[in-house]
T-cell receptor, first 114, second 117 residues
Framework: DSGVTQTPKHLITATGQRVTLRCSPRSGDLSVYWYQQSLDQGLQFLIQYYNGEERAKGNILERFSAQQFPDLHSELNLSSLELGDSALYFC?????????????FGSGTRLTVV | AQKVTQAQTEISVVEKEDVTLDCVYETRDTTYYLFWYKQPPSGELVFLIRRNSFDEQNEISGRYSWNFQKSTSSFNFTITASQVVDSAVYFCALSEPDNNAGNMLTFGGGTRLMVKP
């Protein structure tokens, strides 16, 4: 157990729907990151939050949004889902917002859009 | 822009063979960090090593060793006496501190290692 908890582990939904993925970071970690792993795009950085504030943004679609709550858990919202959004979504956490600190990844949420 | 290339998409070896996974990176910064992660069939990403750009010493951890060469922008990973449990996808990743992009990791495409008994 890495200490980073992601729920649900699996999610199957239809095109056009909206889903919310949840992440609880390791105790003491202030930064939360979201990554998408798909067959064609590989592992791509989506967004980072540090202590409730957005810190960095990657290749995140406008249909996707995220937030980090006061208790430091984070949610990734995916809307108007398309078949191409099917992927493994990872959350990771670290103690510091700055460079070089290794992440601890959660076990991922596998999203299947049908 | 930063970039990580893992040219070997798939490697197959027989148990007890040594195997080296290649990683080549591109960065304009003098300060950066390199990582290797393992993704076993169960899907989670497991941290293996972190190396900063100022530390070119090779590292050994059991059957695992890493060779960092700034001159060739490479950070290769060797598994000695491979075992079936080493079968996984291995990712090399890069982090640059000066790009004002938080703590983003740029991952290579991964190398799938299959160790046959």
């Amino acid at each position: 157990d890495s200490g980073v908890t992601q729920t649900p582990k699996h999610l199957i939904t239809a095109t056009g729907q909206r889903v919310t993925l949840r992440c609880s970071p390791r105790s003491g970690d202030l930064s939360v990151y979201w990554y998408q792993q798909s067959l064609d795009q590989g592992l791509q950085f989506l967004i980072q939050y540090y202590n409730g504030e957005e810190r960095a943004k990657g290749n995140i679609l406008e249909r996707f949004s995220a937030q980090q709550f006061p208790d430091l858990h984070s949610e990734l919202n995916l809307s108007s889902l398309e078949l191409g959004d099917s992927a493994l979504y990872f959350c990771a956490s670290s103690t510091d917002s700055e460079q070089g600190y290794g992440y601890t990844f959660g076990s991922g949420t596998r999203l299947t859009v049908v | 822009a930063q970039k990580v290339t893992q040219a070997q998409t798939e490697i197959s070896v027989v148990e007890k063979e040594d195997v080296t996974l290649d990683c080549v990176y591109e960065t304009r910064d003098t300060t950066y960090y390199l990582f290797w992660y393992k993704q076993p069939p169960s899907g989670e990403l497991v941290f293996l090593i972190r190396r900063n750009s100022f530390d070119e010493q090779n590292e050994i951890s059991g059957r695992y060793s890493w060779n960092f060469q700034k001159s060739t922008s490479s950070f290769n990973f060797t598994i000695t006496a491979s075992q079936v449990v080493d079968s996984a996808v291995y990712f090399c990743a890069l982090s640059e501190p000066d790009n004002n992009a938080g703590n983003m990791l740029t991952f290579g495409g991964g190398t799938r290692l299959m160790v046959k008994p």
